[in-house]
């Protein structure tokens, strides 16, 4: 994963997450890379949120990347964890995606799908 990669999928979900927002929220992205490939994004979502990326330094893993981020869907020694694909998180305003390397994870197809799978269903999201 390269930081260009990254990039293009966060600007393709922001842009098509965009189209179910309210007017002025905006999105700030948090990523956590990780050097295997892969990385966590912290989607905050609100009225008073920048839209910007903010890049933290890489990790060894994704499990010691995810241990960096407040969340409450995994606890304990999370660093060991390994993951694959994209696993998906929401937790109040937040929007945590933890996805692997395959490229095909970063695609605007998979910015598309990530975007469906938290976006209720009688608003265009996945059934």
């Not at 929007?95 to 799908?113: H, R, T, V």
Request: one cysteine or more.
């Amino acid at each position: 994963m390269n930081k260009s990669q990254i990039q293009s999928y966060v600007n393709n979900f922001r842009r098509r997450l965009a189209h179910f927002l309210r007017p002025g929220i905006g999105v700030q992205c948090s990523i956590y890379p990780a050097e295997p490939g892969g990385a966590v994004l912290v989607f905050q979502l609100g009225p008073a949120v920048e839209n910007d990326d903010v890049y933290k330094p890489t990790s060894s893993s994704l499990g010691k990347a995810l241990s960096q981020i407040e969340q409450r869907a995994f606890g304990g020694n999370i660093e060991n964890f390994h993951f694959g694909g994209t696993n998906t998180i929401l937790e109040g305003d937040k929007l945590i995606f933890i996805k692997d390397g395959n490229s095909a994870e970063w695609s605007d197809q998979a910015a598309a799908k990530d975007v469906k799978a938290v976006v209720p269903s009688e608003r265009g999201g996945q059934k």
